[in-house]
């Protein structure tokens, strides 16, 4: 028995049809509901075992332009890279324990050694604009999650191989891991 081609052309178009629409109504603020599940809400590990991130609200995903806020989970063991970026950061700690080393040596050439603050249930802490930082869940058996809020959406990020690369070397992320599906660059201008 012969496949019905034109079935099969006609259902495949239709699939494409549905998922760039799903792709631009995903990046876009149109039509984004005033109260939302959070259940509901895409949630990835972007390639970064032992993390569950989810845009709450978004700069390239839902158009905020001055905050961005995401819920981010970190397994046993997981962190985020050595890491500094030109927004101010504020972090709640919902559950879990874990530590956040941070330096505030941003104007010598390599962030250096970091000071060490556990964190914990209930606790909350700021990040300064470009301090290297580094957030770990260091329990070995429970879940850290965390509410993270930035400013200045959408984040650029210079990450580091350890605490004493030079600033110079450390390599810029952007768009980042969950902006890059509805980053658009801007159009290049013609110089003629």
Same mark, same amino acid.
């Given at each position: 028995?012969?496949?019905?081609?034109?079935?099969?052309?006609?259902?495949?178009?239709?699939?494409?049809?549905?998922?760039?629409?799903?792709?631009?109504?995903?990046?876009?603020?149109?039509?984004?509901?005033?109260?939302?599940?959070?259940?509901?809400?895409?949630?990835?590990?972007?390639?970064?075992?032992?993390?569950?991130?989810?845009?709450?609200?978004?700069?390239?995903? =839902?158009?905020?332009? %001055? @905050?961005? +806020?995401? !819920?981010?989970?970190?397994?046993?063991?997981?962190? $985020?890279?050595?890491?500094? =970026?030109?927004?101010? %950061? @504020?972090? +709640?700690? !919902?559950?879990?324990?874990?530590?956040?080393?941070? $330096?505030?040596?941003?104007?010598?050439?390599?962030?250096?050694?970091?000071?060490?603050?556990?964190?914990?249930?209930?606790?909350?802490?700021?990040?300064?604009?470009?301090?290297?930082?580094?957030?770990?869940?260091?329990?070995?058996?429970?879940?850290?999650?965390?509410?993270?809020?930035?400013?200045?959406?959408?984040?650029?990020?210079?990450?580091?191989?350890?605490?004493?690369?030079?600033?110079?070397?450390?390599?810029?992320?952007?768009?980042?891991?969950?902006?890059?599906?509805?980053?658009?660059?801007?159009?290049?201008?013609?110089?003629?």
């Amino acid at each position: 028995m012969k496949p019905n081609m034109g079935g099969l052309y006609f259902s495949f178009l239709i699939a494409l049809l549905l998922s760039a629409n799903l792709e631009a109504s995903y990046c876009s603020n149109e039509g984004l509901q005033t109260v939302r599940n959070i259940s509901e809400l895409t949630q990835d590990n972007y390639g970064r075992p032992g993390l569950s991130h989810i845009t709450i609200a978004g700069s390239l995903i =839902h158009g905020f332009k %001055e @905050v961005e +806020v995401w !819920l981010q989970t970190f397994a046993p063991g997981a962190h $985020t890279p050595i890491h500094r =970026h030109s927004c101010e %950061e @504020v972090f +709640v700690v !919902l559950k879990g324990t874990g530590t956040l080393y941070l $330096t505030t040596t941003s104007h010598t050439k390599y962030p250096g050694s970091p000071q060490e603050f556990p964190i914990f249930s209930n606790s909350t802490f700021h990040i300064p604009v470009n301090d290297a930082h580094q957030v770990w869940n260091t329990n070995e058996s429970e879940d850290l999650q965390v509410l993270v809020i930035i400013s200045r959406p959408p984040v650029k990020v210079f990450i580091y191989d350890d605490w004493f690369m030079p600033h110079t070397a450390a390599k810029l992320k952007f768009p980042y891991y969950w902006d890059e599906k509805c980053y658009q660059a801007p159009p290049v201008k013609d110089e003629l």
